[in-house]
């Protein structure tokens, strides 16, 4: 069992393009979010359209070819250690298929963070590019800049990886045990939505990590259900479950997750810390994990960066 291609770790002094592939982003907001970043000695540099507002659907942070550009500028652009995302909200879905992946796959790995939305870029990263990637706060979000334990731990998840191996914050597990996988996942209703395009999916021996914001208990009971007749967790060794924020009376929720889960027979730990959620902890995508759901960790055989 290996994980993907580890990016080099960002250097103290190092170059981050910030973009916004998905959701419009509060320029105040977004200045904090740069300033915090240049105050750990990192120079930054804005996408194009970062700012941008599509000029008809206000959810959108300008037009999908725009948002796609920005991504290929700045991965594309040597003198960045890392690309970090703005925010989510929606729409990378639509700029994910006008990036051309062909081109980018000879280039080495970069660092790449971001959460929620932006899970549709995880996936597509690790099976296009084969690299890890960094499900994460967003730098002009307010769990980046209203947050700073989620600051911090993003922070030594970029500068000094090696600290940051072992993940949790010790929740009573839905089934306990131990499990030993290549961490895959991200936010729920986006694993869901991807389900039936024919692209990358968890591999066996694969740790499930899944989390939502603002779905009520019967839409995470489709998604989960649609999941598990699709396959996507045959051959997943275990499942850590982040937050459910906003989700409904949290009972009823590990209700739900305990009922169509359950019946994998894996390791499935509760709340580890990460996702929509205060103090929100950097998790790192495609590496080898060690799952414990007795303690409700997740350990990290080797930093996501090298």
Known sequence: MSGLRRPPRVPRHGHVAVIAPAGPVSPAQLDIGIEQLRSWGLTVSEGAHVRDKHPEMRYLAGQDADRAADFVWAWTRPEFDAVLCARGGYGCQRMVDLVPWAELKGLPPKVFAGSSDVTALHARIAGELGQ????????????????????????????????????????????????????????LSLLAAEVGLGRWRPQPGSLAVLEDVTEDPYRLDGMLTHLLRAGWFDGVTGIALGSWTSCGPIEQVRTVLTDRLGGLGVPIAWEVGFGHCANQLTVPLGVVALLDADAGTLVLEEPALV
Request: proline share 7%; charged share 20%.
């Open 132 to 187: 890890v990637t960094l499900f994460a706060p967003m730098t002009g979000s307010a769990m980046f800049t209203d947050d700073l334990p989620a600051r911090e731990h993003l922070r030594y998840s970029l500068l000094d990886p090696a600290s940051v191996t072992k993940l949790g914050r010790g929740a009573e597990p839905i089934i306990g045990g131990q499990a030993r996988g290549v961490t895959v996942g991200g936010t």
